[in-house]
Protein backbone atom coordinates (compact mmCIF):
# COMPACT_ATOMS: atom_id res chain seq x y z
CA UNK A 1 0.00 0.00 0.00
CA UNK A 2 1.47 3.28 -0.74
CA UNK A 3 0.30 7.22 0.06
CA UNK A 4 -0.92 9.53 -2.51
CA UNK A 5 1.89 12.51 -3.34
CA UNK A 6 0.14 15.95 -2.24
CA UNK A 7 -1.25 18.16 -5.38
CA UNK A 8 1.41 20.39 -5.12
CA UNK A 9 3.58 18.19 -6.96
CA UNK A 10 5.27 16.28 -4.34
CA UNK A 11 5.62 12.36 -4.57
CA UNK A 12 5.54 10.44 -1.81
CA UNK A 13 7.54 7.43 -0.69
CA UNK A 14 5.33 3.79 -0.68
CA UNK A 15 3.98 2.78 2.65
CA UNK A 16 5.15 -1.01 2.05
CA UNK A 17 6.81 -1.99 -1.21
CA UNK A 18 4.85 -4.10 -4.09
CA UNK A 19 5.45 -2.01 -6.84
CA UNK A 20 6.68 0.55 -9.46
CA UNK A 21 4.89 2.10 -12.26
CA UNK A 22 5.15 1.33 -15.51
CA UNK A 23 6.65 5.16 -16.71
CA UNK A 24 6.36 6.85 -19.94
CA UNK A 25 8.84 6.59 -22.88
CA UNK A 26 9.74 8.87 -25.63
CA UNK A 27 8.51 7.37 -28.38
CA UNK A 28 4.97 6.51 -29.56
CA UNK A 29 4.05 3.45 -30.23
CA UNK A 30 0.56 2.36 -31.49
CA UNK A 31 -0.67 -1.12 -30.30
CA UNK A 32 -0.34 -3.85 -33.24
CA UNK A 33 -2.94 -4.18 -35.55
CA UNK A 34 -4.04 -7.32 -37.30
CA UNK A 35 -3.02 -7.29 -40.75
CA UNK A 36 -5.88 -7.53 -43.14
CA UNK A 37 -4.81 -10.31 -45.48
CA UNK A 38 -5.27 -12.25 -42.26
CA UNK A 39 -8.74 -11.42 -41.85
CA UNK A 40 -11.74 -13.54 -42.91
CA UNK A 41 -13.55 -11.85 -45.18
CA UNK A 42 -16.93 -13.66 -44.06
CA UNK A 43 -16.05 -13.15 -40.40
CA UNK A 44 -15.11 -9.26 -41.24
CA UNK A 45 -18.69 -9.02 -42.59
CA UNK A 46 -20.11 -10.33 -39.22
CA UNK A 47 -18.47 -8.14 -37.24
CA UNK A 48 -19.52 -5.36 -38.86
CA UNK A 49 -23.15 -5.69 -39.43
CA UNK A 50 -23.80 -4.79 -35.56
CA UNK A 51 -21.34 -2.10 -35.41
CA UNK A 52 -22.91 -0.37 -38.75
CA UNK A 53 -26.43 -0.92 -37.58
CA UNK A 54 -25.30 0.79 -33.98
CA UNK A 55 -23.52 3.99 -35.87
CA UNK A 56 -26.69 4.46 -38.70
CA UNK A 57 -28.79 4.72 -35.41
CA UNK A 58 -26.52 6.51 -33.99
CA UNK A 59 -26.00 9.07 -36.84
CA UNK A 60 -29.92 9.44 -37.88
CA UNK A 61 -30.87 10.13 -34.44
CA UNK A 62 -28.62 12.57 -33.61
CA UNK A 63 -27.16 11.20 -30.49
CA UNK A 64 -23.51 10.80 -30.27
CA UNK A 65 -23.43 8.16 -28.12
CA UNK A 66 -24.52 5.29 -31.16
CA UNK A 67 -21.49 6.49 -32.47
CA UNK A 68 -19.10 6.05 -29.98
CA UNK A 69 -20.24 2.49 -28.92
CA UNK A 70 -19.31 1.75 -32.41
CA UNK A 71 -16.65 3.37 -33.02
CA UNK A 72 -15.52 1.50 -29.76
CA UNK A 73 -16.42 -1.78 -31.42
CA UNK A 74 -14.89 -1.14 -34.54
CA UNK A 75 -11.79 -0.39 -32.93
CA UNK A 76 -11.48 -3.52 -30.93
CA UNK A 77 -12.36 -5.48 -33.96
CA UNK A 78 -8.67 -4.91 -35.27
CA UNK A 79 -6.83 -5.56 -32.01
CA UNK A 80 -4.81 -8.80 -31.61
CA UNK A 81 -5.47 -10.44 -28.25
CA UNK A 82 -1.92 -10.74 -25.66
CA UNK A 83 0.46 -12.39 -28.11
CA UNK A 84 1.79 -13.99 -24.63
CA UNK A 85 1.81 -17.73 -24.40
CA UNK A 86 3.32 -18.09 -20.87
CA UNK A 87 5.94 -17.33 -18.97
CA UNK A 88 9.01 -18.42 -21.25
CA UNK A 89 12.08 -19.57 -20.56
CA UNK A 90 15.44 -18.32 -22.04
CA UNK A 91 19.08 -19.05 -21.32
CA UNK A 92 19.78 -15.39 -21.79
CA UNK A 93 17.60 -12.34 -21.95
CA UNK A 94 20.66 -11.34 -24.80
CA UNK A 95 19.12 -13.57 -26.58
CA UNK A 96 15.62 -11.69 -26.74
CA UNK A 97 16.66 -7.70 -26.15
CA UNK A 98 19.00 -5.20 -26.47
CA UNK A 99 18.44 -4.14 -23.09
CA UNK A 100 19.12 0.31 -22.53
CA UNK A 101 18.71 3.04 -19.93
CA UNK A 102 16.80 3.05 -16.94
CA UNK A 103 13.22 4.74 -17.34
CA UNK A 104 13.40 6.18 -14.04
CA UNK A 105 16.00 5.61 -11.08
CA UNK A 106 15.05 2.46 -9.44
CA UNK A 107 12.56 2.43 -6.36
CA UNK A 108 13.71 -1.23 -5.39
CA UNK A 109 17.38 -2.48 -6.00
CA UNK A 110 15.70 -5.73 -7.27
CA UNK A 111 13.54 -3.89 -10.01
CA UNK A 112 14.39 -2.46 -12.61
CA UNK A 113 12.24 -0.71 -15.92
CA UNK A 114 14.68 -0.32 -19.09
CA UNK A 115 13.85 1.07 -22.43
CA UNK A 116 14.98 -2.00 -24.95
CA UNK A 117 14.59 -3.18 -28.20
CA UNK A 118 13.66 -6.94 -29.70
CA UNK A 119 16.81 -8.58 -31.31
CA UNK A 120 14.33 -10.80 -34.32
CA UNK A 121 12.79 -7.26 -34.96
CA UNK A 122 14.84 -4.22 -33.66
CA UNK A 123 10.63 -3.04 -32.04
CA UNK A 124 11.03 -0.79 -29.20
CA UNK A 125 9.46 -1.70 -26.10
CA UNK A 126 10.03 -1.27 -21.91
CA UNK A 127 11.10 -4.50 -19.94
CA UNK A 128 10.70 -4.46 -16.40
CA UNK A 129 13.46 -6.82 -14.29
CA UNK A 130 12.35 -8.29 -11.58
CA UNK A 131 15.48 -10.14 -9.95
CA UNK A 132 14.66 -13.37 -7.82
CA UNK A 133 16.34 -12.58 -4.77
CA UNK A 134 13.31 -9.68 -4.63
CA UNK A 135 10.95 -12.69 -4.27
CA UNK A 136 12.94 -14.39 -1.99
CA UNK A 137 12.50 -11.18 0.55
CA UNK A 138 8.64 -11.27 -0.20
CA UNK A 139 8.07 -14.70 -0.13
CA UNK A 140 5.34 -14.26 -2.89
CA UNK A 141 6.82 -15.48 -6.13
CA UNK A 142 4.32 -17.91 -6.40
CA UNK A 143 1.11 -15.39 -6.42
CA UNK A 144 3.43 -13.37 -8.62
CA UNK A 145 3.34 -16.13 -11.29
CA UNK A 146 0.50 -16.50 -11.08
CA UNK A 147 -0.22 -12.50 -11.55
CA UNK A 148 1.63 -12.59 -14.54
CA UNK A 149 -0.26 -15.47 -16.41
CA UNK A 150 -3.08 -13.21 -15.57
CA UNK A 151 -1.16 -10.35 -17.47
CA UNK A 152 -0.48 -12.51 -20.81
CA UNK A 153 -4.34 -13.78 -20.91
CA UNK A 154 -5.37 -9.81 -20.86
CA UNK A 155 -6.96 -8.57 -24.75
CA UNK A 156 -5.29 -6.01 -26.26
CA UNK A 157 -6.98 -2.74 -25.78
CA UNK A 158 -6.04 0.76 -26.74
CA UNK A 159 -6.39 1.88 -23.33
CA UNK A 160 -4.12 -0.33 -21.57
CA UNK A 161 -0.44 -0.34 -21.71
CA UNK A 162 -0.15 -4.06 -23.22
CA UNK A 163 2.09 -6.66 -22.08
CA UNK A 164 3.53 -8.39 -25.02
CA UNK A 165 5.64 -11.55 -23.51
CA UNK A 166 7.08 -12.71 -20.24
CA UNK A 167 10.40 -14.57 -19.73
CA UNK A 168 12.49 -15.79 -16.99
CA UNK A 169 15.75 -17.15 -16.74
CA UNK A 170 18.03 -18.12 -13.72
CA UNK A 171 18.21 -14.92 -12.28
CA UNK A 172 15.36 -12.89 -13.40
CA UNK A 173 11.73 -12.46 -14.32
CA UNK A 174 11.34 -9.81 -17.60
CA UNK A 175 7.99 -8.34 -18.55
CA UNK A 176 7.67 -7.30 -21.59
CA UNK A 177 5.63 -3.93 -22.56
CA UNK A 178 4.07 -1.96 -25.26
CA UNK A 179 6.09 1.79 -24.59
CA UNK A 180 3.54 4.54 -23.83
CA UNK A 181 4.16 8.04 -23.89
CA UNK A 182 3.09 11.18 -22.40
CA UNK A 183 2.40 12.12 -18.91
CA UNK A 184 0.24 10.62 -16.22
CA UNK A 185 -2.63 12.46 -14.63
CA UNK A 186 -0.57 13.25 -11.43
CA UNK A 187 1.82 15.41 -13.59
CA UNK A 188 -0.38 16.62 -15.88
CA UNK A 189 -2.78 18.02 -12.62
CA UNK A 190 0.51 19.48 -11.39
CA UNK A 191 1.90 21.13 -14.20
CA UNK A 192 1.38 23.49 -16.71
CA UNK A 193 -1.51 22.48 -18.49
CA UNK A 194 -5.32 22.57 -17.75
CA UNK A 195 -7.70 20.03 -18.53
CA UNK A 196 -10.89 20.94 -19.44
CA UNK A 197 -14.06 19.55 -18.81
CA UNK A 198 -14.56 18.30 -21.89
CA UNK A 199 -11.04 17.09 -21.65
CA UNK A 200 -12.00 15.27 -18.20
CA UNK A 201 -14.92 14.26 -19.23
CA UNK A 202 -13.15 12.59 -22.18
CA UNK A 203 -10.53 11.58 -19.99
CA UNK A 204 -13.22 9.47 -17.81
CA UNK A 205 -14.71 7.98 -20.67
CA UNK A 206 -11.78 6.38 -21.93
CA UNK A 207 -11.02 5.01 -18.42
CA UNK A 208 -13.86 3.14 -18.02
CA UNK A 209 -13.62 2.21 -21.35
CA UNK A 210 -10.07 0.71 -20.43
CA UNK A 211 -11.62 -0.59 -17.43
CA UNK A 212 -14.74 -2.34 -19.14
CA UNK A 213 -12.02 -4.01 -21.14
CA UNK A 214 -9.63 -4.92 -17.88
CA UNK A 215 -12.95 -6.68 -15.95
CA UNK A 216 -13.49 -9.10 -18.42
CA UNK A 217 -10.53 -10.85 -17.10
CA UNK A 218 -9.31 -9.03 -13.69
CA UNK A 219 -9.12 -6.38 -11.27
CA UNK A 220 -6.71 -3.63 -11.10
CA UNK A 221 -6.57 -2.91 -7.28
CA UNK A 222 -4.25 0.09 -7.98
CA UNK A 223 -6.27 2.55 -10.10
CA UNK A 224 -5.00 6.34 -9.61
CA UNK A 225 -3.76 9.14 -11.28
CA UNK A 226 -0.23 7.52 -11.57
CA UNK A 227 -1.48 5.18 -13.02
CA UNK A 228 -3.38 6.97 -15.84
CA UNK A 229 -1.15 7.89 -18.69
CA UNK A 230 -2.36 10.69 -21.14
CA UNK A 231 -0.88 11.90 -24.52
CA UNK A 232 -1.79 14.21 -26.82
CA UNK A 233 -2.60 12.77 -30.44
CA UNK A 234 -3.88 14.01 -33.74
CA UNK A 235 -4.70 17.37 -33.55
CA UNK A 236 -4.42 17.37 -29.86
CA UNK A 237 -6.95 14.68 -29.36
CA UNK A 238 -6.28 12.66 -25.63
CA UNK A 239 -5.61 9.45 -25.48
CA UNK A 240 -4.88 7.46 -22.24
CA UNK A 241 -3.76 3.80 -21.15
CA UNK A 242 -4.00 2.51 -17.65
CA UNK A 243 -0.36 1.20 -16.63
CA UNK A 244 0.88 -1.10 -13.76
CA UNK A 245 -0.64 -4.52 -13.78
CA UNK A 246 1.62 -5.71 -10.71
CA UNK A 247 -1.67 -5.47 -8.27
CA UNK A 248 -4.26 -7.47 -10.37
CA UNK A 249 -5.98 -9.92 -9.48
CA UNK A 250 -8.68 -12.16 -10.77
CA UNK A 251 -12.08 -11.92 -9.88
CA UNK A 252 -12.03 -15.14 -7.56
CA UNK A 253 -8.92 -13.53 -5.80
CA UNK A 254 -6.44 -16.43 -6.59
CA UNK A 255 -4.36 -18.11 -4.58
CA UNK A 256 -0.28 -18.37 -4.19
CA UNK A 257 -0.14 -16.75 -0.53
CA UNK A 258 1.56 -19.44 1.67
CA UNK A 259 -0.61 -20.66 4.58
CA UNK A 260 -0.34 -18.70 7.60
CA UNK A 261 0.74 -15.56 6.13
CA UNK A 262 -0.85 -11.99 6.54
CA UNK A 263 -2.43 -10.63 3.44
CA UNK A 264 -1.38 -7.20 2.72
CA UNK A 265 -3.77 -5.03 1.65
CA UNK A 266 -2.54 -3.58 -1.94
CA UNK A 267 -3.15 0.05 -3.30
CA UNK A 268 -3.00 3.65 -2.73
CA UNK A 269 -4.69 5.76 -0.13
CA UNK A 270 -7.82 7.44 -1.07
CA UNK A 271 -8.04 5.29 -3.93
CA UNK A 272 -8.69 2.44 -2.25
CA UNK A 273 -12.79 1.34 -1.71
CA UNK A 274 -13.71 0.87 2.06
CA UNK A 275 -14.81 -2.88 1.34
CA UNK A 276 -11.37 -3.58 0.02
CA UNK A 277 -9.63 -2.19 3.41
CA UNK A 278 -11.52 -5.37 5.25
CA UNK A 279 -10.01 -7.49 2.35
CA UNK A 280 -12.86 -7.47 -0.55
CA UNK A 281 -12.02 -6.57 -3.99
CA UNK A 282 -14.18 -6.64 -6.80
CA UNK A 283 -14.53 -4.91 -10.21
CA UNK A 284 -16.45 -2.00 -7.90
CA UNK A 285 -13.50 -1.53 -5.84
CA UNK A 286 -11.91 -0.20 -9.40
CA UNK A 287 -15.06 2.11 -10.22
CA UNK A 288 -14.42 3.61 -6.67
CA UNK A 289 -11.12 5.02 -7.71
CA UNK A 290 -12.06 6.06 -11.15
CA UNK A 291 -14.53 8.04 -8.91
CA UNK A 292 -12.39 9.34 -6.71
CA UNK A 293 -9.92 10.28 -10.40
CA UNK A 294 -12.98 12.39 -10.98
CA UNK A 295 -13.58 13.76 -7.75
CA UNK A 296 -9.86 15.25 -7.73
CA UNK A 297 -10.31 16.37 -11.33
CA UNK A 298 -13.23 18.27 -11.19
CA UNK A 299 -12.43 19.77 -7.90
CA UNK A 300 -8.16 19.53 -7.72
CA UNK A 301 -8.61 18.35 -3.88
CA UNK A 302 -8.42 14.88 -2.49
CA UNK A 303 -12.02 13.75 -1.29
CA UNK A 304 -10.82 12.54 2.08
CA UNK A 305 -8.71 14.21 4.71
CA UNK A 306 -5.25 12.31 5.04
CA UNK A 307 -5.34 12.08 8.75
CA UNK A 308 -8.04 9.70 8.07
CA UNK A 309 -4.87 7.20 7.02
CA UNK A 310 -3.23 6.59 10.40
CA UNK A 311 -1.64 3.10 10.49
CA UNK A 312 1.30 2.37 11.52
CA UNK A 313 4.25 -0.24 10.39
CA UNK A 314 2.90 -3.91 10.61
CA UNK A 315 -0.79 -3.18 10.54
CA UNK A 316 -1.06 -2.96 7.28
CA UNK A 317 -3.03 -6.32 6.52
CA UNK A 318 -6.90 -7.81 6.32
CA UNK A 319 -8.31 -8.45 9.62
CA UNK A 320 -6.07 -5.56 11.08
CA UNK A 321 -8.30 -3.17 13.84
CA UNK A 322 -6.65 -0.50 12.09
CA UNK A 323 -7.71 -1.08 9.01
CA UNK A 324 -11.19 -1.86 10.25
CA UNK A 325 -10.79 1.27 12.02
CA UNK A 326 -9.66 3.44 8.17
CA UNK A 327 -12.95 1.46 6.49
CA UNK A 328 -15.57 2.68 9.38
CA UNK A 329 -13.47 6.19 8.52
CA UNK A 330 -14.46 6.37 5.06
CA UNK A 331 -17.98 5.24 5.61
CA UNK A 332 -18.25 7.69 8.16
CA UNK A 333 -16.80 10.30 5.83
CA UNK A 334 -18.38 14.12 5.73
CA UNK A 335 -17.47 15.13 1.87
CA UNK A 336 -18.51 19.16 1.18
CA UNK A 337 -20.08 18.02 -2.13
CA UNK A 338 -21.62 21.30 -3.10
CA UNK A 339 -18.51 23.33 -2.11
CA UNK A 340 -16.09 21.14 -4.14
CA UNK A 341 -18.06 21.00 -7.07
CA UNK A 342 -20.06 24.32 -6.84
CA UNK A 343 -22.82 24.38 -9.35
CA UNK A 344 -21.84 21.23 -11.43
CA UNK A 345 -24.35 18.68 -10.32
CA UNK A 346 -24.11 16.11 -12.62
CA UNK A 347 -20.66 16.06 -12.18
CA UNK A 348 -21.04 15.58 -8.36
CA UNK A 349 -23.86 12.73 -9.01
CA UNK A 350 -21.41 10.64 -11.16
CA UNK A 351 -18.85 10.86 -8.61
CA UNK A 352 -21.24 9.93 -5.69
CA UNK A 353 -22.25 7.10 -7.60
CA UNK A 354 -18.99 5.46 -8.37
CA UNK A 355 -18.35 6.43 -4.38
CA UNK A 356 -20.68 4.83 -2.91
CA UNK A 357 -20.43 2.81 0.15
CA UNK A 358 -22.20 -0.22 -0.74
CA UNK A 359 -20.06 -1.88 -4.05
CA UNK A 360 -23.79 -3.40 -4.65
CA UNK A 361 -25.02 0.48 -5.08
CA UNK A 362 -22.13 1.10 -7.71
CA UNK A 363 -22.51 1.34 -11.24
CA UNK A 364 -20.12 -0.76 -13.46
CA UNK A 365 -17.77 0.66 -15.79
CA UNK A 366 -20.01 -0.09 -18.87
CA UNK A 367 -22.78 1.47 -16.71
CA UNK A 368 -20.81 4.82 -15.59
CA UNK A 369 -20.35 5.16 -19.80
CA UNK A 370 -24.11 6.11 -19.57
CA UNK A 371 -24.19 8.40 -17.33
CA UNK A 372 -25.54 11.46 -18.38
CA UNK A 373 -23.00 13.69 -17.33
CA UNK A 374 -20.28 12.23 -19.74
CA UNK A 375 -22.43 12.05 -22.39
CA UNK A 376 -23.15 15.79 -22.14
CA UNK A 377 -21.10 17.35 -25.06
CA UNK A 378 -19.45 14.48 -26.09
CA UNK A 379 -18.77 15.53 -30.06
CA UNK A 380 -18.97 12.85 -32.65
CA UNK A 381 -15.32 14.41 -33.88
CA UNK A 382 -14.27 12.71 -30.16
CA UNK A 383 -15.62 9.31 -31.09
CA UNK A 384 -13.61 9.36 -34.54
CA UNK A 385 -10.60 10.29 -32.89
CA UNK A 386 -10.46 6.60 -31.74
CA UNK A 387 -8.78 5.70 -34.54
Given amino acids: RTSPPD ?51 GLFQGTAKGLTKA ?17 QKISSIDDVFVLKHQVQPPSNEHVKVLYARRVDNNDPVVVKVLQKTFFALSGEET ?18 CNILQVYEDKLAYYVSMERVTG ?34 TCIHRDIKLENVMLSRVRRGDILIKIIDFDTIQTPDGGSGIPPGRKVTIVGTDQYIAPEAYEGTYSQASDVFAVGV ?33 IADKLRQADLNWEKDFKENGLAADFCKQLMSLDPDDRPSADEALEHPWLDQGNAVGKALSMF
Fill in 7 to 57: LAGNRQTPKSPGHSPVPQAPEESLPNRMPLDKIDEGEFTQSLAPMVQTMST
Fill in 71 to 87: CANMAGTFLHESTGVGI
Fill in 143 to 160: LWRQNAEVMLRLKRSRFL
Fill in 183 to 216: QDLYEVLTGKEMLSEDDIKEVLRQLLSGLRDLHK
Fill in 293 to 325: IAYILCSRKFPFQHKVFDDKPGENYVGSPKMHE
